[in-house]
């Protein structure tokens, strides 16, 4: 594994200060990540270019159940951790339950907060709390033509799962 698995943000923000003191640029990307895809991959990769630590944080099982439906993550949050933290330019994985990341934001602070290309950089919930701390958004990945949900929808045989 290349990253390091820290499932408190709390803890992670506190052991993120000496990064932030030496200059270090954070990024953030978060969600559900249940069901890992290509376009997972591409927005992460992408997102690791823009700085020098990428935090990725994971919806719990329950903030999934509660966003996605019943039945949902299939992935349960231990594992999705454990994929995420082998991939490269991702430098630390976390959770969080709640159900929008702002508490989230305003824990770590992120230089650069990452959303996929279904946003617009105006569109982003937590837009404000970024900005508030000086730092900015960046849509980044490929275009979204990959979803989990979809994936899961082709494996069940429901069509295309548009």
Avoid: Q
Wanted: proline share 4%; hydrophobic share 40%.
């Amino acid at each position: 594994m290349t990253a390091e698995i820290v499932p408190d943000y709390e803890v992670l923000a506190r052991r993120l200060e000496s990064a932030r003191a030496a200059g270090r640029t954070i990024g953030l990307a978060n969600g559900c990540f249940d069901v890992l895809h290509v376009g997972h991959v591409r927005l992460l990769r992408e997102a690791h270019e823009h700085c020098d630590l990428l935090v990725v944080a994971l919806n719990t099982d329950e903030s999934v159940r509660a966003n996605k439906g019943e039945g949902r993550p299939y992935v349960p949050l231990e594992e999705r951790m454990e994929v995420l933290a082998a991939l490269d330019g991702v430098r630390f994985v976390t959770s969080f339950d709640e159900p929008t990341a702002h508490a989230l934001i305003e824990a770590l602070r992120p230089d650069v907060h990452v959303k996929g290309t279904d946003w617009e950089a105006a569109d982003v919930p937590e837009r404000d709390a970024v900005e508030k701390h000086g730092g900015r958004i960046l849509i980044a990945g490929d275009p979204k033509t990959h979803s989990s949900t979809a994936l899961i929808a082709r494996m069940r045989g429901e069509g295309d799962g548009a």
